[in-house]
């Protein structure tokens, strides 16, 4: 008796190991939406695309030991170099991916600088590898040659002035040209850096133009703010790159855009994002 119900209880556990779901089937299925040249190496830009109905969640590897296949296979984390099937590297794995996934394609959700080789997320056993072979990021259009400015020569006051001659009545007179300006920006931007729950920032770098912009917090609100010299520049597309240790340990890095001569901000910096700083 004992014998008979051991082998029916052996073979249920059977069914109940076969007919438990894995974490594939959540369909999940990371991007290299573009990679971008930097001056300092590359900068990768990630999406996914999430095949379920309903929003995923997915955590983050957590930063201890060494990491091994296949026991962190599911999960969602970001290092340098291809999967060896042995390990990755540790403090490596959080690079500011997001942890929540929306149904759909989404493109451009968040970017890791690299200098060389490749960089790889790994989300729910699916990769995507960025290097610098994969697609390059689109270059907005180059803004138009401004028109030469014609200066204006005034004779001095004791010149005698030739009376200007008047035009027959049916000699069409050319319209009056005005010289072109060329537009230089005149703005010095405070940018304020993104703190959120948990997230609290303990030291900050931001690079504007190959060099360190200072950083610092200010007393009337606690924001952590820098300010960005922008005067003289000519019309153009111009990037900040930020990188932040948190008091959590972990480190976060952002890269925005900014335009100058016009009114405000583009829209390409996503400011509302999880990811962004």
């Known amino acids: 008796m004992n014998t008979r119900l051991s082998a029916i209880l052996a073979a249920s556990a059977v069914s109940l190991l076969v007919a438990a779901p894995t974490a594939s089937a959540t369909n999940m299925t990371p991007l290299v939406t573009c990679v971008e040249q930097t001056d300092t190496g590359y900068l990768a830009h990630f999406g996914y695309r999430n095949d379920e109905k309903s929003t995923v969640t997915r955590s983050i590897a957590v930063e201890t030991g060494v990491y091994s296949w296949p026991r962190y296979r599911w999960l ?96 069409p007179v050319p319209p009056a040209s005005t010289p072109a300006k060329v537009c230089t920006s005149r703005r010095i931007l405070t940018i304020r850096l993104r703190e959120r729950k948990g997230q609290k920032i303990r030291s ?44 959590n340990g972990k480190t976060r890095t952002y890269t925005r855009k900014y335009y100058t001569c016009k009114p405000k901000l583009g829209p390409a910096n996503k400011l509302g994002s999880k990811t962004a700083l």
């Not at 200098?115 to 994969?134: D, E, K, N, Q, Y």
């Open 76 to 171: 969602n984390m970001v290092f340098n170099g291809a999967w060896t099937n042995t390990k990755a590297e540790v403090g490596l794995i959080d690079r500011g991916q997001p942890t929540t996934f929306l149904p759909g394609t989404h493109d451009d959700v968040f970017t890791v600088p690299f200098t060389s080789g490749t960089l790889t997320w790994a989300l729910v056993g699916r990769f995507a590898v960025a290097s610098a072979t994969s697609p390059a990021c689109p270059t907005p259009d180059p803004e138009p040659e401004p028109e030469p400015v014609v200066p204006t020569v005034i004779p001095p006051a004791d010149t005698p002035v030739a009376p200007a001659s008047t035009p027959a009545a049916d000699t």
């Open 204 to 247: 900050a770098k931001v690079v504007f133009n190959k060099k360190t912009i200072a950083v610092s917090r200010r007393t009337t609100d606690g924001r952590v703010i820098a300010k960005i010299d922008f005067r003289k520049l000519p019309s153009g597309r111009f990037s900040v790159q930020i990188r932040a240790k948190l008091t």
